[in-house]
């Protein structure tokens, strides 16, 4: 924790949590990998309408845009993946009529009705790469983080937004979560280029997963072409396990799900799995050691002064140096402190106690009065410094 003690307070650069759900789109349940098709959710029943309303529920109850890595094989109403190489294991014999039906249209509404809450990533066409009907994971790097062919690559990126305009889903993705976490980073070719000419800004994988030809430039937080990356971590749930009880240990900035542990076999218990992951979420963040973010641009902006701005102290006053922050790009000058009236670094401290200053940078360094935004930090606007 970036921090400092101001007289009776302590003052802290909070580390950014993000909730990311990957494995978010297949309509079939279970996990087909033994007999060459895709890793599935492995979930005891197919997927509904409603599993949808379970993560605009996610996100409503923490304030956030959760981002949610869509696979969209399984949204192919017109078979156009028979025409593009590797997506499916039966080539160009791609039948998906057996996952078309209404639901595709009460889904597709639910995610348009909850965008406040929910933002699409793109988690790939169905998970994987196939040669010859032969399973390869994953769809566009191999398992040793080499990118596929780039033409290939390409083909496959642009029929994930054909599937998106033909469902009506909120088009143009800004962000990418690799596929088995299998990414390229500094290399020729490069996946971020790609990435970059259709529209997408950030990565969210594991660095130590990456084949990297040149070092990430922060442990957190790094950049290629214009695209932005962040550290993944370690989910802290198995992606197969059904309804999982709320557990993370707080190592980085994203807490990666996938969309099964918060599913109930019941629908309608769903509700109960998300509320669960929502109260230990708010709980665990009100401390000044963590801050909940409304959204991707936010974790990026907090992570960067988290990871590399410094604090000062002197005289009941508090100094930021952004110098380093405004090195990065992406970075909007947007981040906000956390102040606890009592010095505690107690994560179980109530609210009152800890109190949020947001602020809006334009400068390399930023002075604040820690007694005066104490005094008026509740219900304020964005200080502008």
């Known amino acids: 924790m970036n921090s400092l003690h101001c007289g009776p307070a302590l003052v802290a650069v909070p580390m950014p949590v993000l909730v990311v759900v990957e494995d978010v789109g297949w309509w ?61 294991w039966q080539g160009e014999d791609w039948d998906n009529q057996g996952n078309v039906g209404p639901h595709l249209d009460e889904a597709a509404a639910c995610l348009r009705d909850n965008q406040r809450w929910l933002e699409l ?25 080499l990118l596929r062919d780039e033409a290939v690559v390409r083909r496959h990126l642009r029929a994930y937004e054909e599937i998106l305009h033909r469902n009506g889903l909120p088009s143009a993705p800004r962000l990418f979560l690799p596929p088995a976490l299998n990414h390229g980073f500094g290399g020729r070719p490069s996946m971020q280029r790609l990435l970059a000419d259709f529209g997408y800004r950030v990565v969210v994988t594991r660095f130590t997963r990456m084949r990297c030809q040149m070092p990430p430039q922060t442990p957190w937080c790094a950049w290629e072409h214009g695209v932005r990356l962040l550290e993944r971590g ?46 230990m979420l708010l709980r665990e963040t009100r401390g000044p050691e963590r801050l909940l973010v409304p959204d991707l641009q936010a974790c990026w902006d907090q992570c960067v002064v988290w990871s590399l701005g410094s604090l000062t102290g002197h005289g009941g006053q508090v100094a930021v140096d952004l110098r380093r922050a ?55 606007e964005k200080g502008i410094f």
């Open 234 to 279: 370690l989910a802290p749930v198995p992606w197969h396990e059904v309804a999982a009880v709320p557990s993370w240990d707080f190592s980085g900035p994203v807490l990666p799900l996938h969309w099964g542990n918060l599913l109930h076999p019941d629908p309608e218990a769903s509700g109960a799995v998300v509320d669960a992951w929502v109260e």
């Open 326 to 380: 405004w090195e990065v790009p992406g970075f909007s000058g947007s981040f906000s402190l956390k102040v606890s009236a009592q010095g505690g670094g107690d994560a179980g401290q109530g609210p009152s106690l800890c109190r949020i200053i947001p602020l809006q940078c334009r400068g390399e360094r930023v002075v604040i009065d820690i007694g005066g935004a104490m005094a008026d930090s509740e219900g304020r």
């Open 28 to 88: 079939r349940g279970e996990d087909g990998s033994q007999g060459g098709q895709p890793y599935r959710n492995r979930f005891p029943r197919n997927h509904c309408p409603s599993d949808y309303l379970a993560l605009a529920r996610l996100g409503r109850g923490l304030g956030m845009r959760v981002p949610v890595g869509m696979v969209l094989g399984e949204w192919d109403r017109d078979n156009i993946l028979a025409a593009v190489p590797g997506a499916t």
């Open 121 to 145: 990533a793109c988690h790939g066409l169905c998970h994987e790469f196939w040669q010859q009907g032969v399973l390869s994971r994953s769809e566009f790097h191999d398992s040793e983080g």
